[in-house]
């Protein structure tokens, strides 16, 4: 390999500008004092990792708050009730305006099954059930079971 008088020159002038005696190519000017603290280091990766959770957090919070923001029509549509009916299908009852309906609502399909004359009173409905007969424990369930009731 062959190089021309100018690039020798270059590389002898590049070599004594950065030449220090003694010096071993690539080693450090001073060296190291210590070897750095597990327990800062440690510190700082938490800190850091609580900040990002956080601010994940908040994040959620807000565009959960602000779902509904700028929706116009916010009380002219409301889901009353659902009730699942197999793993992908659901009744649900809706309020539009005064009317109620109850659809049907299947991957890729909802279908209107009744238009209700009158309305739902859910409260109530939710109340009656409660104050039902209580449903028996695990405990009375498993003695029956095994022939010790």
């Known amino acids: 390999m062959k190089f021309s008088s100018l690039t020798l020159a270059l590389l002898a002038r590049f070599a004594l500008a950065h ?36 601010a994940v957090f908040v994040a959620a919070w807000l565009l959960r708050r602000v779902r509904g923001f700028g929706s116009a029509a916010r009380g002219a549509l409301d889901v009353i009730a659902d009730l699942p009916l197999g793993p992908k299908e659901r009744a649900v009852l809706v309020r539009v305006g005064t009317t109620q309906l109850l659809i049907g609502v299947a991957p890729g399909r909802v279908t209107t099954l009744h238009v209700l004359a009158e309305p739902v009173d859910v409260a109530a409905a939710a109340a009656a059930a409660t104050a039902g007969p209580a449903r028996p424990s695990f405990h009375a369930l498993l003695m029956k079971s095994l022939g010790k009731s």
Do not use: I, N, Y
């Open 19 to 54: 030449a220090d005696a003694g010096r071993v190519f690539a080693a450090p000017a001073a060296p190291l004092k210590g070897a750095p603290s597990v327990v800062g280091s440690l510190g700082e990766v938490t800190f850091a990792l609580a900040v990002v959770l956080a």
